[in-house]
């Protein structure tokens, strides 16, 4: 489960104070973590992850990769410092939220159900007190308890009859709903028949996009010290990248927008840690759609265009 919103917008406080205290004792928070830690924190365990500011982080592959493992089922083994490895089987449900999608690859956004929170514009979430949700959390076991036969044959029909992966997703939650309805759902959310799939140059720009950062030194603004998604600093800041690659830019023949990108300065400071980092990226970025090479008095007579509407709609405003 992922949930996504703005700084600000209330992730960190719906985890502290909606599902920490609602799981109670069957939830694990772990926010910054690496894989070996989070295999410790739940070996055996069966407790509920909540991973919170899950942004983009050379460990978080590997954690990422851990929830793939718990969704298709599998074992994770880890080497230690002695001849022997650990190994961990990994069966839970994990809880990431961040400003930015962090998932790094299709397989791991098909296996996951993506809830973008709203601006609540001002109404305020009551919390009624650890005794009421240990209630509601006692209440919701015994129910599920209860109807388990009846939840793993509609949820077992609902796969048997699709061989979409997000529909798998959500069977169970589709035959909760049912349950507690008492009539069947004949349409599914419009979402379960959207892909996340896209072309390797897309992944690339999502993951240069998606990276945090800082604003160039000697720019003051409010990103001057905590780092943000590059994306999210060009929105505010056009040219507060330039130094690492990135420039929002305007040509004057079309009057349009558009972002251009120096593949080698990219490179150094947005990929290191990737599987881009060995790769020759300016092929990559001359493929995607509506790209052309300009010259750039900043980043050079080599840099790559892309126009910034296309960037809105990958990362829209909330």
Same mark, same amino acid.
């Not at 997703?169 to 008492?182: D, F, G, M, R, T």
């Given at each position: 489960m992922y949930i996504m919103a703005k700084?600000?917008?209330?992730?960190?406080f719906f985890f502290k104070y909606a599902l920490e205290k609602f799981f109670g004792g !069957?939830?694990?928070? !772990?926010?910054?973590?690496?894989?070996?830690?989070?295999?410790? %924190? /739940?070996?055996?365990?069966? =407790?509920?992850?909540?991973?919170?500011? @899950?942004?983009?982080?050379?460990?978080?592959?590997?954690? /990422?990769?851990?929830?793939?493992?718990?969704? *298709?089922?599998? =074992?994770?083994?880890?080497?230690?410092?002695?001849?022997?490895? !650990?190994? @961990?089987?990994i069966k839970h449900m994990f809880y990431f939220n961040s400003i930015l999608n962090s998932l790094t690859d299709a397989a791991a956004r098909s296996r996951s159900l993506i809830f973008r929170l709203k601006n609540s514009s001002g109404n305020k979430f009551k919390y009624r007190g650890d005794e009421e949700f240990g209630r509601l959390l006692a209440r919701s076991v015994a129910t599920i308890i209860k109807n388990w036969e009846a939840i793993e044959k509609r949820a %077992?029909?609902?796969?048997?009859?699709?061989?979409?992966?997000? /529909?798998?997703? /959500?069977?169970?939650?589709?035959?909760?709903? +049912?349950?507690?309805?008492?009539? *069947?759902?004949?349409? @599914?959310?419009?979402?379960?028949?959207?892909? +996340?799939?896209?072309?390797?140059?897309?992944?690339l720009l999502r993951t240069i996009l998606e990276t945090l950062t800082v604003l160039d030194s000697g720019t003051s603004d409010r990103f001057s010290y905590d780092k943000f998604p590059a994306v999210e600093i060009l929105k505010d800041h056009p040219h507060g990248l330039v130094d690492k690659g990135l420039d929002r830019t305007t040509i004057r023949e079309t009057e349009k927008e558009y972002l251009a990108i120096s593949a080698s300065r990219v490179k150094r400071n947005f990929l290191g840690d990737t599987e881009y980092r060995f790769q020759d990226i300016r092929e990559y970025l001359r493929n995607l759609p509506g790209s052309f090479t300009r010259r750039h008095t900043k980043l050079g007579i080599n840099a790559i265009y892309f126009p910034w509407e296309e960037v809105m709609k990958m990362f829209p405003d909330e």
């Open positions: 700084r600000g917008y209330g992730k960190s !069957l939830a694990v928070r !772990l926010d910054k973590t690496s894989a070996y830690a989070l295999g410790n %924190a /739940i070996n055996g365990s069966g =407790k509920i992850p909540l991973l919170d500011d @899950f942004e983009k982080d050379r460990r978080n592959a590997e954690v /990422i990769n851990s929830m793939k493992i718990a969704n *298709q089922g599998g =074992k994770k083994n880890l080497g230690r410092y002695n001849s022997s490895n !650990l190994t @961990f089987d %077992a029909g609902i796969r048997s009859a699709s061989d979409n992966r997000n /529909i798998h997703n /959500i069977a169970y939650c589709v035959a909760l709903l +049912e349950i507690v309805s008492e009539k *069947q759902i004949e349409e @599914f959310p419009e979402f379960v028949y959207s892909s +996340e799939e896209s072309e390797d140059e897309i992944k």
